[in-house]
């Protein structure tokens, strides 16, 4: 049979994440809604991530392109734009990093446990970075010294 534009069109991507990875199917332990960040648990099932103390929540894989319930597969977006009316970001070729909701992506820098996720190239987009690394960035504490000088005349 003939095969139209849009199922070339389908092949070609399928294949195109087949080698590049820019999305992941996963199975979910959890509900997820569309375009919320998703990581791996303990058990390798999807679940929303999120930045703090909860090590079996992040890192964060990427987003979701599609929401999904428990026990269903979903696919996750990795690397390369990702559009959504989810979003709503303000600051718009600025950097966007995993927030501390569970699912969350914030435009705030974290001080501390800071995963980026991508850069907001308009207000319903994220490009994504791909970068799966957190970094647990301490700001610099700042010290002060102070010198003083005492000066002695004697006149005679």
Known sequence: GTTGWNGILD?????FDTHLHTRLLVTLEQGVGEA?????GPGGLGRLARR???SDRKPALGVAIESGLATEEIRVQRVGPFTSTVYNFTKIGRPVYLGDTQGSLTQ?????DIQFMGIATAATTILLGG?????DYQAPS?????????????TT
């Open 11 to 15: 092949n070609n991507i399928d294949d």
């Open 36 to 40: 919320q960040a998703v990581c791996l």
């Open 52 to 54: 703090g103390s909860d």
């Open 108 to 112: 705030t820098r974290p001080a501390t």
């Open 131 to 135: 970068n799966v690394m957190v970094e």
């Open 142 to 154: 700042t010290t002060t010294t102070t010198t003083s000088t005492t000066t002695t005349t004697t």
